[in-house]
């Protein structure tokens, strides 16, 4: 029982060395300081702009936001860091190929009161640190739903009446571990790798968890190009990247500030405390023409997601909702013509649409093939100058129609698989002057170690020749990826494996050797959810198996 | 007087009295021009490319490093050097002119990214040299290298089926930092008939602030100061003016751009560039300045090469998916937004270790982007008229009218 006991525990060492865990939507020190810049950002703003006469209680409150919450005796940023970090659930990625209004959707009234319900269980308040981990109801409906969901649930609590047990710091520190969690979901929501990954939740995941990585990874370091309700475009990348490009990470901090505006504007506003003037500056920009109290109902009354994105006319309900983006293939671009003497302009985006007439009809197969549907987008997203099903309109924009443009962009949307990790390898060995056809099974592990990609691997060959032996092989490999165009076609790269072969019966079995030389094809990825790839090898084998030389040439199939 | 200066100075006067001797014996086709109209030179081309390394791949060879890799430069010029120019299929494809850029990498980056390279106009020259060398003893019988606009119509005005026929090849420089931080050598240069200068390149070299161009260096990870043109470059380019040299203001960044566009007079060519209402890089031009160079009577060229032409994350992808179909939607673009084809060209850029759109990777098969621009203006009422000035007459007009105004 001991030794089982031992070689479990061995295993799971070893598992958790070898198999990869996914990558992140960005590190932790990226997750802390993006949610710390933002509400120290806000905070500042909201203290310079206290309108005369205030009681004190607002400034002493803005101050205090600076430092909460104080129950984790984490920062704001520390708590969003905690959970981000570590949580590679399907509830933190976008559902791929939906827009965020479509995932917005996925949120009902219905689910955001069952949790409500159970919160308002206890007689204190809730707390983010007890329940946030515990909330289920939206864990298949993606990062957008989930991060309406804590969201919602920091408005309400910000919004709680105050008696002799609650007081307003009561309320505000819960309400904005609250938000700490939603700013978590926030940050997955603007994460390349976690825009464009369908979620591994699939049965042969964990067989193909290398390929997975690698398409997230590709995409976190290649990045994405994206497109917001707003009409912005930009490139998004993943983790250790955030720093790195200053537009996305602008995009990201912008989007995380009105998310903490949203929540600090419902603080003051439930609290009858004066609005700072940065507030309703923000109001206006966003394009809010109600009182701040009147938006402020709308956020925190039963509600949902359709409601909250409100698809008639712009801005969305909730502004932050605008901010959220989407994989992009294809969009209108519109540069407004000005008279002025500079000619400066901002361009706007709309994104190509599935249906016909709402896009280029000459677009390439690549860009129409990750199209949204109309129903997909709020209606602000359609551009004016296309109609449904007028294809020949679509073309006169493209070709005719001055300030606009018809624009692709090229982002890594389809897998892509690597050889690093587990694979199997089946195969047949055809020895020159020898009558028989073998054939060659096994498994192996690729390893990454800098540059380097040596795999090591262990197969099972059937008897070679009349005078040998079933075989055992033993090979250390490793792949040159530099094409090859000289003799079949163009291969994707060289390949040399040297190992030792044993004979597995006979009163010799001496051990031998083997050296293999030839070229890899990587065949397409299979795609869809299971990640996984194929890799074709011809090599011309020299072995010695038993003292005597066997040349043969060989063709295999590694899955991996 | 040093070796190298003495050396530099005996190179430019042999190259100065083969460009005189050359000249007379060119003088036989004048007799040409008298009888065509102006008119005649920009019609029924094949093409102009405003922009190609001709001679980069050989230039590369015979660096010191390559020759210590046996099969070195081959295999770089093979596998890496996608896009080819062969002089002598570009002749039999009918073209009419190419503006050589040259572009020494050994001098850019040897001392990278800011620095001016004091060394760099001797190797200038060198190339120069080189390229008037191997048109001489090895092209003579499909290229010749034109050195004032009247050459360049003389030139011109030999078309087929006369055998005295050739490609005219005009010298053009990638990057001002090939004067290393002086303006002394442009003068030497606008007589060894150098038409066209780009201001900035790669890096800043001390001249003006450039966009990144390098494709596997995504835009994020080149920070460059973008600080617009530099004392130097300001000098650079008011003593471009003055020899008559063309400014080039490809690779520049916007806020230099401005500048040019602020302290110059005449005509600007960009010569391989993109539109950044179709290719967001810092590379590409805004709407407003392929505007601003259309009303000064310029000429934008559209760079063959899809990565800049559109949007993709990696190099890969644009060789995978770019096609000649990114270039006619950039022409197509610039011509809605100037409402006229005269300001454009095409700056393919070949053979400079670009990769080309995956249906047109030889210059002498660029038949295939005549019949793509044919397909895109279809209907329009002058439409061959526009195709054949995309091609070649706006290029040849631009250096036929221009070059050499002082």
């Known amino acids: 029982m001991f030794r089982v006991a031992q070689a479990l525990r061995l295993g799971l060492v070893v598992a958790s060395v070898l198999l990869p865990k996914p990558s992140q939507a960005f590190t932790g020190e990226e997750h802390r300081l993006a949610a710390d810049s933002a509400l120290a950002g806000v905070t500042r703003e909201c203290a310079k702009s206290i309108p005369p006469n205030s009681p004190q209680q607002l400034s002493h409150?803005?101050?205090?936001?600076?430092?909460?919450?104080?129950?984790?005796?984490?920062?704001?940023?520390?708590?969003?860091?905690?959970?981000?970090?570590?949580?590679?659930?399907?509830?933190?990625?976008?559902?791929?190929?939906?827009?965020?209004?479509?995932?917005?959707?996925?949120?009902?009234?219905?689910?955001?009161?069952?949790?409500?319900?159970?919160?308002?269980?206890?007689?204190?308040l809730p707390s983010a640190s007890v329940f946030a981990s515990e909330i289920t109801v939206c864990r298949e409906k993606g990062v957008v739903a989930n991060y309406l969901l804590y969201h919602l649930m920091a408005l309400r609590i910000a919004s709680l009446p105050?008696?002799?047990?609650?007081?307003?710091?009561?309320?505000?520190?819960?309400?904005?571990?609250?938000?700490?969690?939603?700013?978590?979901?926030?940050?997955?929501?603007?994460?390349?790798?976690?825009?464009?990954?369908?979620?591994?939740?699939?049965?042969?995941?964990?067989?193909?968890?290398?390929?997975?990585?690698?398409?997230?990874?590709?995409?976190?370091?290649?990045?994405?190009?994206?497109?917001?309700?707003?009409?912005?475009?930009?490139?998004?990348?993943?983790?250790?990247?955030?720093?790195?490009?200053?537009?996305?990470?602008?995009?990201?901090?912008?989007?995380?500030?009105?998310?903490?505006?949203?929540?600090?504007?419902?603080?003051?506003?439930?609290?009858?405390?004066?609005?700072?003037?940065?507030?309703?500056?923000?109001?206006?920009r966003e394009g809010i023409l109600e009182t701040p109290r009147a938006r402020v109902a709308r956020w925190i009354e039963p509600t949902d997601g359709e409601t909250l994105f409100n698809t008639s006319t712009p801005p969305a309900v909730l502004p932050s909702l605008m901010y959220i983006p989407m994989p992009i293939s294809a969009t209108w671009s519109h540069a407004p013509i000005l008279e002025d003497s500079l000619r400066k302009s901002e361009?706007?985006?709309?994104?190509?649409?599935?249906?016909?007439?709402?896009?280029?009809?000459?677009?390439?197969?690549?860009?129409?093939?990750?199209?949204?549907?109309?129903?997909?987008?709020?209606?602000w997203l359609i551009p004016p100058v296309v109609e449904e099903n007028?294809?020949?309109?679509?073309?006169?924009?493209?070709?005719?129609?001055?300030?606009?443009?018809?624009?692709?962009?090229?982002?890594?949307?389809?897998?892509?698989?690597?050889?690093?990790?587990?694979?199997?390898?089946?195969?047949?060995?055809?020895?020159?002057?020898?009558?028989?056809?073998?054939?060659?099974?096994?498994?192996?592990?690729?390893?990454?170690?800098?540059?380097?990609?040596?795999?090591?691997?262990?197969?099972?060959?059937?008897?070679?020749?009349?005078?040998?032996?079933?075989?055992?092989?033993?090979?250390?490999?490793?792949?040159?990826?530099?094409?090859?165009?000289?003799?079949?076609?163009?291969?994707?790269?060289?390949?040399?494996?040297?190992?030792?072969?044993?004979?597995?019966?006979?009163?010799?079995?001496?051990?031998?050797?083997?050296?293999?030389?030839?070229?890899?094809?990587?065949?397409?990825?299979?795609?869809?959810?299971?990640?996984?790839?194929?890799?074709?090898?011809?090599?011309?084998?020299?072995?010695?198996?038993?003292?005597?030389?066997?040349?043969?040439?060989?063709?295999?199939?590694?899955?991996? | 007087m040093n070796q190298s200066r003495r050396s530099f100075l005996t190179q430019v006067g042999g190259t100065l009295a083969f460009s005189l001797v050359y000249?007379?014996?060119?003088?036989?086709?004048?007799?040409?021009?008298?009888?065509?109209?102006?008119?005649?030179?920009?019609?029924?081309?094949?093409?102009?490319?405003?922009?190609?390394?001709?001679?980069?791949?050989?230039w590369i060879a015979k660096a010191g490093l390559m020759q210590s890799m046996p099969g070195g430069a081959e295999f770089i010029s093979k596998q890496m050097n996608k896009t080819k120019v062969?002089?002598?299929?570009?002749?039999?494809?009918?073209?009419?002119?190419?503006?050589?850029?040259?572009?020494?990498?050994?001098?850019?980056?040897?001392?990278?990214?800011?620095?001016?390279?004091?060394?760099?106009?001797?190797?200038?020259?060198?190339?120069?040299?080189?390229?008037?060398?191997?048109?001489?003893?090895?092209?003579?019988?499909?290229?010749?290298?034109?050195?004032?606009?009247?050459?360049?119509?003389?030139?011109?005005?030999i078309r087929s089926p006369d055998t005295r026929r050739r490609v005219a090849l005009i010298h053009c420089l990638e990057g001002a930092h090939a004067l290393g931080f002086d303006i002394a050598p442009l003068r030497i240069l606008a007589d060894r008939g150098v038409a066209m200068i780009g201001v900035t390149h790669f890096f800043t070299k001390g001249l003006a602030s450039s966009g990144n161009s390098i494709p596997f260096f995504p835009d994020a990870g080149a920070p460059q100061a973008n600080i617009g043109l530099m004392e130097r470059g300001i000098e650079v380019v008011k003593e471009m003016q003055k020899l008559g040299i063309l400014i080039d203001i490809a690779h520049a960044t916007a806020p230099t751009v401005e500048d040019i566009l602020s302290i110059s007079t005449g005509p600007l060519v960009a010569s391989h560039v993109s539109a950044q209402a179709l290719g967001d890089h810092p590379y590409s031009l805004t709407d407003e300045h392929i505007q601003r160079i259309n009303e000064r009577g310029g000429i934008v060229g559209v760079i063959l090469m899809p990565y800049w032409l559109s949007n993709y994350t990696s190099a890969a992808k644009a060789d995978e998916h770019g096609s000649l179909r990114e270039v006619t939607r950039t022409v197509r673009y610039i011509y809605k937004l100037c409402g006229t084809h005269k300001c454009i060209g095409i700056g393919s850029d070949f053979a400079g270790y670009v990769t080309g759109p995956n249906d047109l990777r030889e210059l002498d098969k660029i038949v295939s982007l005549t019949k793509a621009l044919r397909q895109e203006f279809r209907g329009e009422k002058n439409s061959e008229e526009i195709v054949s000035d995309i091609m070649a007459g706006n290029v040849i007009r631009l250096f036929t009218e221009h070059w050499g105004n002082a």
């Open chain 1, 61 to 124: 409150l803005i101050t205090l936001l600076e430092s909460l919450p104080k129950d984790t005796s984490q920062t704001f940023g520390e708590l969003t860091a905690s959970l981000a970090r570590v949580d590679f659930g399907e509830h933190r990625f976008h559902i791929f190929r939906e827009t965020p209004l479509e995932q917005a959707l996925r949120l009902k009234s219905e689910d955001i009161e069952r949790v409500w319900r159970v919160l308002n269980e206890g007689r204190e």
């Open chain 1, 162 to 284: 105050l008696d002799n047990q609650i007081s307003i710091t009561n309320v505000a520190e819960a309400a904005l571990s609250w938000e700490a969690y939603a700013q978590g979901y926030l940050h997955d929501a603007l994460s390349a790798g976690h825009m464009v990954m369908p979620w591994r939740g699939n049965l042969l995941a964990p067989l193909q968890t290398t390929n997975y990585k690698a398409w997230s990874q590709v995409v976190s370091a290649e990045g994405v190009f994206v497109l917001n309700s707003r009409g912005e475009v930009w490139q998004a990348f993943g983790e250790h990247l955030l720093h790195w490009y200053s537009p996305h990470y602008e995009h990201v901090l912008a989007c995380s500030q009105v998310s903490i505006r949203e929540l600090v504007l419902t603080l003051f506003v439930a609290h009858e405390l004066p609005i700072p003037g940065a507030l309703t500056d923000w109001m206006r």
């Open chain 1, 347 to 379: 361009r706007r985006f709309y994104p190509q649409l599935r249906e016909r007439g709402l896009h280029d009809p000459s677009i390439s197969e690549a860009s129409s093939e990750f199209l949204y549907s109309r129903t997909g987008v709020p209606i």
């Open chain 1, 390 to 560: 007028d294809v020949v309109r679509a073309d006169s924009v493209v070709r005719f129609v001055s300030g606009w443009a018809a624009v692709e962009y090229y982002s890594p949307l389809s897998p892509v698989t690597s050889a690093i990790g587990v694979h199997l390898r089946g195969g047949v060995v055809l020895p020159l002057h020898h009558e028989a056809v073998a054939s060659r099974v096994g498994a192996g592990y690729t390893f990454r170690y800098k540059i380097f990609q040596p795999t090591l691997d262990l197969s099972y060959m059937n008897q070679l020749s009349s005078k040998s032996r079933d075989l055992f092989i033993l090979t250390a490999g490793h792949d040159i990826p530099i094409p090859v165009s000289y003799f079949i076609g163009k291969s994707d790269g060289l390949w040399i494996e040297v190992g030792g072969l044993n004979a597995l019966h006979g009163e010799h079995r001496r051990m031998g050797g083997v050296l293999s030389v030839g070229l890899y094809w990587n065949l397409d990825a299979l795609g869809g959810p299971g990640f996984s790839g194929t890799r074709l090898r011809l090599q011309y084998s020299n072995m010695q198996p038993e003292g005597y030389v066997v040349h043969a040439f060989g063709l295999s199939v590694s899955w991996y």
């Open chain 2, 23 to 58: 000249r007379g014996l060119s003088a036989e086709t004048l007799h040409l021009l008298d009888d065509a109209s102006s008119d005649d030179l920009f019609r029924n081309r094949t093409f102009s490319d405003l922009h190609a390394h001709v001679r980069l791949n050989e």
């Open chain 2, 86 to 157: 062969d002089l002598k299929k570009c002749h039999e494809a009918g073209l009419d002119l190419i503006c050589v850029a040259h572009f020494n990498p050994f001098d850019e980056f040897v001392s990278m990214p800011s620095d001016p390279n004091p060394d760099a106009p001797r190797q200038t020259v060198r190339m120069l040299d080189e390229l008037e060398e191997y048109v001489k003893n090895e092209a003579s019988a499909f290229a010749c290298v034109v050195k004032s606009r009247g050459e360049l119509q003389e030139r011109l005005a």
